[in-house]
């Protein structure tokens, strides 16, 4: 059973616009979320994340949002750029990010087209 | 330094061989996973250390996989006889705040 969803394999976007990359989660036990982008051939690198005590963390042109009761996060990128075509990796920890394993989505490759 | 490292590159390997994949943490990090990535997809979690101990070792199938995180020495991640489906990705990330991960081993089984 999956415990973290990305429901989007792809999403295209206009440079300029948002892109809105989404995530769910099965697990009531995970409080910490992060989101990584990844090249090809590259590990995958830290973005963004958030505690289960906040419903937003912003950070320059990327903000995420969780909605605990939806058990929903989402990753907005304002503006997109061409460089921020990748895969999305959402995944989600337990117990305030302690040295517990992350679980990982399936990934959304998004493509910012120019 | 600063990065996760990961060796060898690529390895390739005929069915039934051994398989030895090598992990540097950065220095300082107490915490070591390993994941598999089969296909671009998701990141299957396979085994976690804290320093030179197993933490949780629930993804690994036991009877192939073995892996080790000893003092002054690369973590490594070692498949006895290999299988087709063992063809993968496998990345290791260190974590000392949050996980870094290295740039990954493409595993590859003939």
Known sequence: ?114 | GEEVAQTPKHLVRGEGQKAKLYCAPIKGHSYVFWYQQVLKNEFKFLISFQNENVFDETGMPKERFSAKCLPNSPCSLEIQATKLEDSAVYFCASRGGRWFFGPGTRLTVL
């Open chain 1, 1 to 114: 059973d999956q415990q973290v969803k990305q429901n989007s394999p792809s999403l295209s976007v206009q440079e300029g616009r948002i892109s809105i990359l989404n995530c769910d989660y099965t697990n009531s036990m995970f409080d910490y979320f992060l989101w990584y982008k990844k090249y090809p051939a590259e590990g995958p690198t830290f973005l963004i994340s958030i505690s289960s005590i906040k419903d937003k963390n912003e950070d320059g042109r990327f903000t995420v949002f969780l909605n605990k009761s939806a058990k929903h996060l989402s990753l907005h990128i304002v503006p997109s750029q061409p460089g921020d075509s990748a895969v999305y990796f959402c995944a989600a920890s337990e117990s305030g990010g302690s040295n517990y394993k992350l679980t990982f989505g399936k990934g959304t490759l998004l493509t910012v087209n120019p």
